[in-house]
């Protein structure tokens, strides 16, 4: 939760041959840095505040695919941007139009893909879902990379509690056909988009070169694996590089080990309840929430934004570099879900 006097939070992380940006803009219309690449960027928000946000983007002379969003009025929403420094990066296009960044150093190869919106929005949900998780394979194909490389994904999809069921068998199936058995992080989230299609996805793919880079899933030691009840996707992944570790934390909510959720109602209870959850899988791998890069707190009902403000002040969560976005949740008992992503240098 940002104060009354900050416009954005700015993390870098370094990887050694080079530094990753995460930038988490509140207020003010968002510039990015000179010298940096812009490797991807998010808008959340009512379209008014989508539309400034292109408009910014565009006057600064830059590429990167976007993905963007609504918010329910109430919830702030915002702009999130992820650059680069010290490696050039190669722009991967889709029917002319650019949907992502690869690039590598001496250890891994990396591509971020965004604004992935299915090109029919008149065919059905499962069908527009298929074809996105073709575009991603196509797209990562191009650059000698596959689905397996995936650590973390995101789907918003629009009117997601009438389709979610569809939307996970066809990611299922997606997978055992592909051979994935280290699932992603993930996040599927309710919200619409400008393209007005069943779904809008991003993802961010890392192929380790050497031993030296090593992805892995991390542990969530508060729930189980949300595969072991028919969903599939990994709590969180960790990849470990030589200079840097991050950690991609899932959209995260108030749910048990066996998978129920918990604190029905109460949605002060199950903020405090997910923030539980996450810390014991940040604590699993060595960090805490001071290590936050970048973040999204989802409300089904703008009006609880107000109780996880409450709850950032008595835990001293001030300088969180989150976003407060109004979404439908996956399932309607829930009423908040965070999502976010940790790193911490460890060479020197």
Same mark, same amino acid.
């Given at each position: 939760?940002?104060?009354?006097?900050?416009d954005?939070i700015?993390?870098?992380?370094?990887?050694?041959?080079?530094?990753?940006?995460?930038?988490?803009?509140?207020?003010?219309?968002?510039?990015?840095?000179?010298?940096?690449?812009?490797?991807?960027?998010?808008?959340?928000?009512?379209?008014?505040? +989508?539309?400034?946000?292109?408009?910014?983007? @565009?006057?600064?002379?830059?590429?990167?695919?976007?993905?963007?969003?609504?918010?329910?009025?109430?919830?702030d929403?915002?702009?999130?941007?992820?650059?680069?420094?010290?490696?050039?990066?190669?722009?991967?296009?889709?029917?002319?139009?650019?949907?992502?960044?690869?690039?590598?150093?001496?250890?891994?190869?990396?591509?971020?893909?965004?604004?992935?919106?299915?090109?029919?929005?008149?065919?059905?949900?499962?069908?527009?879902?298929? @074809?996105?998780?073709?575009?991603?394979e196509?797209?990562? !194909?191009?650059v000698?990379?596959?689905?397996?490389?995936?650590?973390?994904?995101?789907?918003?999809n629009?009117? +997601?509690?009438?389709?979610?069921?569809?939307?996970?068998?066809?990611?299922?199936?997606?997978?055992?056909?592909?051979? +994935?058995?280290?699932?992603?992080?993930?996040?599927?989230?309710?919200?619409?988009?400008? !393209?007005?299609?069943?779904?809008?996805?991003?993802? +961010?793919?890392?192929?380790?070169?050497?031993?030296?880079?090593?992805?892995?899933?991390?542990?969530?030691?508060?729930?189980?694996? !949300?595969?072991?009840y028919?969903?599939?996707?990994?709590? !969180?992944?960790?990849?470990?590089?030589?200079?840097?570790?991050?950690?991609?934390?899932?959209?995260?909510?108030s749910?048990?080990?066996?998978?129920?959720?918990?604190?029905?109602?109460?949605?002060?209870?199950?903020?405090?309840?997910?923030?539980?959850?996450?810390?014991?899988?940040?604590?699993?791998?060595?960090?805490?929430?001071?290590?936050?890069t970048?973040?999204?707190?989802?409300?089904r009902?703008?009006?609880?934004?107000?109780?996880?403000? @409450?709850f950032?002040?008595?835990?001293?969560?001030?300088?969180?570099?989150?976003?407060?976005?109004?979404?439908?949740?996956?399932?309607?008992?829930?009423?908040?879900?965070?999502?976010?992503?940790?790193?911490?240098?460890?060479?020197?």
């Open positions: 939760m940002p104060t009354q006097e900050q954005k700015t993390r870098r992380i370094s990887h050694g041959e080079w530094t990753e940006s995460q930038t988490t803009f509140f207020r003010s219309p968002f510039v990015p840095e000179p010298k940096e690449t812009v490797t991807h960027w998010d808008a959340f928000g009512v379209p008014d505040s +989508i539309a400034r946000a292109r408009r910014a983007f @565009e006057s600064a002379g830059l590429s990167a695919s976007p993905t963007c969003v609504g918010s329910a009025a109430g919830a929403g915002g702009v999130q941007l992820r650059s680069l420094s010290g490696l050039p990066a190669v722009p991967l296009f889709a029917n002319d139009r650019v949907i992502g960044q690869a690039f590598e150093d001496s250890h891994a190869k990396y591509c971020l893909l965004g604004g992935l919106y299915p090109s029919d929005p008149t065919a059905s949900p499962s069908a527009q879902t298929e @074809e996105v998780f073709l575009m991603i196509r797209a990562l !194909a191009g000698g990379m596959d689905f397996r490389h995936v650590v973390r994904t995101w789907f918003y629009d009117h +997601i509690l009438e389709w979610y069921a569809d939307f996970n068998r066809v990611r299922t199936r997606f997978f055992k056909e592909h051979g +994935i058995t280290l699932m992603p992080a993930s996040t599927a989230i309710g919200a619409p988009n400008s !393209a007005g299609t069943a779904l809008v996805a991003k993802i +961010i793919a890392v192929l380790p070169k050497t031993a030296a880079v090593e992805v892995r899933r991390a542990e969530s030691p508060l729930q189980h694996e !949300a595969f072991a028919g969903s599939a996707f990994s709590r !969180a992944i960790g990849v470990v590089g030589p200079a840097a570790r991050t950690l991609y934390i899932s959209g995260t909510a749910i048990e080990p066996e998978g129920k959720t918990v604190h029905v109602g109460n949605p002060a209870l199950q903020i405090a309840k997910t923030m539980e959850v996450v810390a014991a899988i940040l604590g699993a791998s060595g960090m805490e929430l001071g290590d936050t970048r973040a999204v707190a989802y409300f009902h703008p009006e609880h934004v107000a109780l996880w403000r @409450e950032c002040r008595k835990e001293s969560h001030s300088r969180l570099p989150v976003l407060e976005v109004g979404c439908t949740i996956c399932r309607d008992d829930l009423l908040f879900e965070i999502e976010l992503d940790a790193a911490r240098e460890t060479a020197g």
